[in-house]
């Protein structure tokens, strides 16, 4: 089979360059792969400091970097709660723990388990049950129920089983977020497949090692075919499979890419999942165990798609996909009717036929267009493909809008867990975020290095205006922290830093910062981020996209301008004016805010409106009127034209706020009435108008 005619490695040589052309090559594999892994990190690092009793994982195709703009692959997180102990052996049980028993009988489908409650204060079982979400087997063992799920805490989001699928921002990954429960050995139905070897010896003995010391999860599933599919709990090994897609060569990932392709054009073309990408990717592993190494090459890619095509056909004969770790575990059971397998079986056959003629018609990411190309088979004619150096900065732009809004979650997830905790809880939150800097992995101390300037700048700002109330000054402790972290990004905490010295009176540093902001803001192709709201991301230049395709994720403190956010402990750091926004939410407004929404009780205001806010504010203060008019031009002008604007009702209230101060009582009540055509509820606009309207009426 695998002795190719010429033309066949001619195709797989052209294919490969395809695959290189649209981003399926081993630079953006590796850029994907560590932008997630850094946004993992993050994660990790805030729950760790914010006393959250789980751990994240981002596994799937945006982790392993076996995906394209065109198929445009969900975001997969799986989220292992740490407050269970799931045992395969009593030596696992632990003192106080919630500990269930893993059981895998003859009731049970293989790969799946039902969890058997056992006692906190010794290693026996439990024999009474606790809640509605426990039932007793015809053994007496107490067993839980996967529906459970449904009442512990998630990101918000649609329920699809285990997962929680969450809508991202427009351009933006969408979110599959699976709630998942703990165990630290490796499960028992796997044991075989450390023993286990094939043809090509992959995966290596040292790969197995590793992926047997990550243990397992169970997941709150049930089997298709299983009689007690409310008590079955799915065994999941994400985090092996992920080490082994971490150890494919780039022929391995561009034939899971082609195989994902081929899925999505032919045999699930109208979103159905008859055949899923866990089963491609099943098969694909199988596939590279039982061949020898040196056939997954560039110039064999077309030969070993046939191979794993060939492969997919006869588990869909057989009604029988063996999960690639836990070979019990059958992925088609009950997955398909007859007629379905029918199809989809005269399908594949189609496919394996017409290999070549299938390849050219595919649409996804132009790959048959540009294989037409490619082979000198296209029809005359003038064809416009993004180049590969477009497609290198699209994705890197992808990735790094990605990155910075992850550190804009952190940030935001910090500070409300700050913002009603002292002062000694802070520092110490802010003490073990310096230990990571300082012996965490490189990984890790880049992660803290991207999030700690924002929380440093944060609590500097909570020090400055503590200090403030007691004596009118920055005590120096609190420079050094808003120091520390003036660098987060090109603007936020220098304008944190000079709402500081506005705060105290010391016009002429605050006026020194403001200006440089401002010229370094015009320097660089900058873009807004914030994750306050979900909106369509920013527009990006060319040249910013050329900036993130030449830099790493250092370039944030250059070109990216977050907004700035002030928890109610550092009130005493902003004008009089801004504080009204920690106040926008009436009882009314409180039952139509998301659960996410605990940044509304915070002033919150995007980075350029605030800059010139500031200037006119200060420009008042030292008497300079034809910049302060400047400065409020400039705001009309950012308010009218800036389209990336997050917080746009935030800035249509402070500019009524300077109409106000201009005496210009019209023009501010129209500036509060676009505030609430942006936002009609959780708005303080309203506040500001009752405070305009009782102002005329005390004049009159």
């Known amino acids: 089979m695998f ?19 649209i981003g399926v090559n081993e630079r953006l594999v590796m850029r994907r792969r560590r932008e997630n892994m850094l946004g993992e990190t993050m994660c990790n690092i805030e729950y760790r400091l914010t006393d959250k009793n789980g751990t994240v994982y981002n596994s799937g195709s945006q982790s392993e970097g076996t995906t394209t703009i065109g198929l445009n692959s969900d975001m997969d997180l799986l989220y292992c709660i740490h407050d269970y102990n799931i045992i395969q052996d009593w030596s696992e049980w632990e003192h106080g723990k919630e500990n ?3 059981i895998q009988d003859e009731n049970t489908t293989p790969g799946y388990c039902f969890l058997q409650l056992l006692r906190a204060d010794e290693p026996l079982p439990l024999t009474v049950i606790p809640d509605g979400n426990y039932i007793t087997d015809r053994r007496g063992r107490i067993l839980l129920k996967n529906t459970i799920i449904n009442d512990l805490p998630v990101a918000a ?6 997962s929680i699928a969450t809508q991202g921002q427009p351009g933006v ?9 703990p165990c630290k050995s490796w499960p028992q139905s796997a044991s075989g497949w450390l023993d286990r070897q094939g043809i090509g010896r992959w995966p290596t003995q040292e790969m197995k090692r590793h992926a047997a010391s990550t243990g397992c999860f169970v997941v709150a599933t049930g089997s298709r075919v299983s009689e007690y599919p409310e008590l079955e709990w799915r065994i999941s090994t994400s985090v092996a499979e992920r080490c082994l897609m971490f150890n494919l060569n780039i022929t391995q990932i561009r034939c899971y890419v082609l195989l994902k392709m081929i899925l999505k054009s032919f045999l699930n073309p109208q979103g159905e999942i008859n055949i899923s990408s866990f089963m491609c990717k099943t098969v694909l592993l199988h596939c590279i165990e039982n061949t020898e190494s040196r056939i997954w090459k560039e110039n064999n890619l077309f030969s070993c798609l046939t191979y ?18 836990i070979s019990e575990n059958n992925l088609m059971a009950g997955q398909f009717t007859a007629d379905t397998k029918h199809e989809l079986s005269k399908n594949i056959c189609e496919l394996i036929q017409n290999d070549r003629h299938q390849l050219l018609s595919i649409d996804i990411d132009d790959l048959g267009h540009r294989l037409q190309v490619k082979l000198n088979m296209a029809p005359n004619g003038v064809y416009y493909f993004l180049s590969s150096l477009q497609i290198y900065e699209l994705v890197l732009t992808m990735q790094y809008m990605n990155s910075a809004l992850e550190i804009s979650r952190r940030h935001k997830k910090y500070l409300g867990y700050l913002h009603n905790k002292n002062i000694r809880t802070i520092n110490q939150c802010v003490g073990k975020l310096i230990t990571f800097a300082h012996n965490g992995n490189r990984l890790e101390q880049t992660a803290v290095k991207l ?12 020090l400055a205006s503590s200090s403030i109330v007691e004596n009118n000054q920055v005590s120096p402790e609190s420079l050094v922290w808003l120091s520390a972290g003036l660098n987060s990004d090109i603007s936020s905490s220098r304008l944190k830093l000079a709402a500081v010295f506005y705060s105290t009176g010391d016009m002429e540093k605050a006026e020194q910062i403001l200006r440089h902001t401002e010229q370094q803001y015009y320097s660089y192709p900058v873009v807004s981020i914030c994750s306050c709201w979900c909106t369509p991301p920013p527009a990006q230049t060319a040249e910013f996209k050329r900036v993130c395709g030449e830099q790493s994720e250092d370039c944030i403190k250059h070109i990216t301008a ?3 956010k002030f928890i109610q402990k550092e009130i005493n750091c902003i004008p009089h004016e801004l504080q009204y926004e920690m106040f926008r939410s009436t009882q009314d407004d409180m039952i139509h805010r998301h659960q996410f929404d605990y940044w509304m009780d915070w002033a919150v205001v995007d980075s350029l409106p605030f800059l010139y806010y500031l200037q006119y504010k200060i420009y008042s203060r030292l008497q300079r009127y034809q910049d302060q008019q400047q400065a409020l031009s400039k705001l009309i002008r950012t308010i009218v034209n800036d389209e990336n604007l997050r917080h746009r009702e935030t800035a249509l209230n402070i500019l009524g706020q300077c109409m106000e101060q201009e005496h210009r009582p019209q023009q501010a009540l129209n500036c509060y009435l676009l505030s609430l055509q942006q936002r009609a509820r959780n708005n303080v606009a309203n506040i500001h108008i009752c405070k305009l309207f009782s102002s005329i009426l005390n004049r009159q």
Request: net charge negative; glycine share 4%; hydrophobic share 40%.
């Open 562 to 564: 977050f907004c700035v």
């Open 173 to 181: 990954s969408d979110v599959d977020n699976v709630l998942a429960l």
């Open 157 to 162: 989001g649609q329920q699809h089983g285990p």
């Open 308 to 325: 794993c095509l060939l492969q997919l056909h006869s588990f869909v004969q057989s009604d029988c996909c063996s999960h690639f770790i």
């Open 451 to 462: 999030v700690a300037p924002f929380l440093f700048t944060t609590y500097g700002s909570i």
């Open 100 to 102: 269930y028993l893993m």
């Open 3 to 21: 002795q190719e005619p010429d033309y066949r490695e001619h195709l797989s040589l052209m294919l490969s360059e395809v695959l290189d052309d």
